[in-house]
């Protein structure tokens, strides 16, 4: 019996829309993970890189589970230097930078090797509705 391998020329990618308007951050952000790394293709392989493209819309109204998690969620960074670490909370990093929020969501949630950062590469986030791509895009439905 013969093993056939799945070969990265045979992959076709697509484009997948994702409106995070009202979506909560987890569930959306496993959506994403499953995209990017290909786990719902028939011809899935750990070891290629056959996810696909996705574009992620309205990243500025993305809820969580619940209110009081807005002011308990923190994310942390550090400068390397004593004393050097800066916290914000959900609210204030949703209002700076809302791409970084989803888009350090979905990169927990991928495996920790080259591979993931070279998937990672083909998440667009946008804060608002507006999106520079033109190719032929399936809408995702988030409930």
């Given at each position: ?100 929020v989803i ?27 507006e999106h ?12």
């Amino acid at each position: 019996m013969i093993t056939k391998s799945n070969k990265l020329k045979n992959e076709d990618r697509k484009w997948y829309l994702i409106d995070a308007k009202g979506a909560t951050l987890g569930r959306i952000s496993t959506i994403i993970a499953d995209l990017l790394r290909g786990k719902g293709k028939p011809t899935y392989t750990p070891n290629l890189d056959s996810g696909d493209n996705v574009i992620v819309i309205n990243a500025a109204e993305v809820e969580l589970s619940k209110e009081s998690n807005k002011e308990k969620k923190m994310y942390y960074r550090h400068s390397g230097y004593p004393g050097g670490i800066k916290k914000e909370t959900f609210v204030e990093a949703i209002e700076k930078h809302p791409q970084k929020v989803i888009f350090d969501a979905v990169k927990g949630m991928m495996p920790k090797n080259k591979l993931a950062k070279a998937q990672l590469t083909r998440l667009k986030v946008y804060s608002g509705v507006e999106h520079p791509h033109t190719q032929e895009i399936i809408n995702v439905e988030v409930k």
